[in-house]
């Protein structure tokens, strides 16, 4: 099991950018594919991106690519999402998840079986 902390999150305008962070315990981390979901008031958990546990693919659903990065260091035990030109419907809590060992970061967008999660950062871009 790995433990998630995100952070980064706030209150921006509509255009604005943000960086969350996710910082991970545990030897293994450079192991597990990574992912960032999000859950808007109302609606259910969806997939945003994901990296492999090498960083060298990502994989973004197509409602935020080119606006959204997904990035890890894994000497920092640290996943990243940057999120630019944010728009009003960005607003979430953004989740930060570890996929388990026999999972892809391709197949973090249709699976989320195993997965370790953190507590989320809350996301609200102001119109």
């Known amino acids: 099991q790995v433990q998630l902390v995100e952070s980064g999150g706030g209150l921006v305008q509509a255009g604005g950018s943000l960086r969350l962070s996710c910082a991970a315990s545990g030897r293994t981390f450079s192991f597990y594919p990574m992912g960032w979901f999000r859950q808007a008031p109302g609606k259910e958990r969806e997939f945003v991106a994901s990296?492999?546990?090498?960083?060298?693919?990502?994989y973004y659903a197509d409602s935020v690519k080119g606006r959204f990065t997904i990035s890890r260091d894994n000497a920092k035990k640290q996943v990243y999402l940057q999120i630019n030109t944010l728009k009003p419907e960005d607003t979430a809590v953004y989740y930060c998840?570890?996929?388990?060992?026999?999972?892809?970061?391709?197949?973090?967008?249709?699976?989320?079986?195993?997965?370790?999660w953190g507590r989320g950062t809350q996301v609200t871009v102001s119109s």
């Open positions: 998840a570890a996929a388990g060992l026999t999972t892809s970061a391709q197949a973090m967008a249709t699976t989320t079986t195993s997965f370790s």
């Open positions: 990296i492999t546990s090498s960083g060298s693919s990502t």
